[in-house]
């Protein structure tokens, strides 16, 4: 199973940004610690980070060429605002699973709207950076179609 | 000493069967097998409650959850109701982060697919709480693991 780990703005800051709602971990602690995880499971997992929509966009789009069997987005602040990442998200047949580190809900009232979620099978927020481990531990169990 | 987890079920959830274009054949029943078992793996002690009456729902939370060490709550329609016993609702669930008890929303199906307007907030209470929504019986297993993960970190 191929999966991409689709990350927004500022989530290469992870670790130094607002340790109190984000965590000590950085992008890279939990990038590994996935990896890691993958290779157990036999899950071929890529870890990718921008700072720009379309990168982002473009990153959807290549993993529909590459027939990647999953997605989980982090679309940080892009998840209340792009109409991009989430029509790009509606042509990726796969599995896609939107993952937040903090509970957006739960915060500041321009938070609440998701433009992602209605595109994607699943949401997972609020589980911290363990978060990432938790769903790619989860995987292998979920009805992922096969490509 | 074992952690205690309470796992709450709200109104219309006992027969899922209705649902079948959201739930395909999930059954309460199920779900609350594949608990036991990850619970059991976990060493924590499950107590796992479904209920049709709303008052009874917001008892177990205010009261019934002073003896456990986490809650996980299926509260269905409440994510996009506005009433007062969702304002207790809420009260109930900050009430219980406060006292720095993990507590994790779920969802069988992703609600945000079922025609739920986006422009429109969803309705959550205030405080550190975890959401996962759209993972089937999973949901309530990557919530189990969570909180297992999460108990024992502080301990």
Known sequence: ?147 | MKNKLLILNGPGLADLSIYDEFYGEITLSAIKEKCKNVCKGLNIELDFRQTDDEDELLGFLLKDSEDFNAVIINPVGYSHALTAEFAKHCLAIKTLTLQKKPVIEVHIANIFKQGADITKPLQVPEGQMGFVSGLGVYSYVIAINAISKKLNKVA
């Open chain 1, 1 to 147: 199973m191929k999966v991409y780990v689709i990350n927004g703005p500022n989530i290469n800051l992870l670790g130094t940004r607002e340790p109190e709602i984000y965590g000590y971990e950085t992008l890279d602690d939990i990038a590994t610690k996935c990896i890691e995880i993958g290779n157990k499971k036999g899950i071929d997992v890529k870890f990718m980070q921008s700072n720009y929509e379309g990168e982002m966009v473009g990153w959807i789009q290549d993993a529909i060429k590459n027939k990647i069997d999953a997605i989980v987005i982090n679309a940080a602040a892009y998840t209340h605002t792009s109409i991009a990442i989430h029509d790009a998200l509606k042509s990726f047949s796969g599995y896609k699973i939107e993952l937040h580190i903090s509970n957006p809900h739960l915060r500041e009232s321009f938070r609440h709207n998701t433009f992602v979620a209605p595109a994607a099978d699943a949401v997972v927020a609020g589980l911290g950076a363990d978060g990432y481990s938790h769903v790619v531990e989860m995987l292998p169990y979920l009805p992922i179609p096969e490509k």
